[in-house]
């Protein structure tokens, strides 16, 4: 079975400090997403990186996808209150011919004013 | 607004009973997806359909069922409510049949509670 594992899993920090959110399998991944959810609400897609060794940016968002599609990370530079919030990594999961997506366990980050 | 729309918002029942949550994929989109999302659990994908059929089977129990009609809304029901079913349900739609680069776009959730 595939999973993703994401540390750390509580970060709490002030506004203008910088984060890095892991998140790591021990299987291949096709491609990995990363989205946010503020409470109350569904999550919402940031980002998808495909090839290993990728890189994206999302104004002060930096994804990275590990070169062997294990593993990716989400940096984020000069936090804001804004980015307060739940964030988690997913992608598709094929298991004996069995097609799932799977989340990944969560980084939930507080950022204070 | 992801365009999804979930009924109800809120939802409080006893154990053993069974209740219908209800989706609307935004115009368009074929694939509707359910998950279930629990303090211990995180968010676990349920089911998948694609245009009416299921197209991928995740962690769902057998007291659970869903299906997708020819509007391409989607129901899922939940028989014989223990305790544990309590947990935020969030429906997903996208265009396609779940290719991995697919973007799934969120409601706003269900909020069942098993008393």
């Known amino acids: 079975t595939q999973l993703l594992e994401q540390s750390p899993q509580f970060l709490s920090i002030q506004e203008g400090e910088n984060l890095t959110v892991y998140c790591n399998s021990s299987s291949v991944f096709s491609s990995l997403q990363w989205y946010r959810q503020e409470p109350g609400e569904g999550p919402v897609l940031l980002v998808t990186?495909?090839?290993?060794?990728e890189v994206k940016k999302l104004k002060r968002l930096t994804f990275q996808f590990g070169d062997a599609r294990k593993d990716s990370s989400l940096h984020i530079t000069a936090a804001q209150p804004g980015d307060t919030g739940l964030y988690l990594c997913?992608?598709?999961?094929?298991?004996?011919?069995?097609?799932?997506?799977?989340f990944g366990t969560g980084t939930r980050l507080k950022v204070l004013a | 607004d992801s365009g999804v729309t979930q009924t109800p918002k809120h939802l409080i029942t006893a154990t053993g009973q069974r209740v219908t949550l209800r989706c609307s994929p935004r115009?368009?989109?074929?694939?509707v997806y359910w998950y279930q999302q629990s303090l211990d659990q995180g968010l676990q994908f349920l089911i998948q359909?694609?245009?009416?059929?299921?197209?991928a089977k995740g962690n769902i129990l057998e007291r659970f069922s869903a299906q997708q009609f020819p509007d391409l809304h989607s129901e899922l029901n939940l028989s014989s409510l223990e305790l544990g079913d309590s947990a935020l349900y969030f429906c997903?739609?996208?265009?396609?049949?779940?290719?991995?680069?697919?973007?799934?776009?969120f409601g706003p959730g269900t909020r069942l509670t098993v008393l």
């Open positions: 997913a992608g598709p999961s094929t298991t004996s011919g069995t097609y799932k997506y799977i």
């Open positions: 990186v495909v090839t290993g060794g």
């Open positions: 359909y694609y245009n009416g059929e299921e197209r």
């Open positions: 997903a739609s996208s265009v396609m049949a779940g290719l991995s680069t697919d973007t799934q776009y």
């Open positions: 115009s368009g989109d074929l694939s």
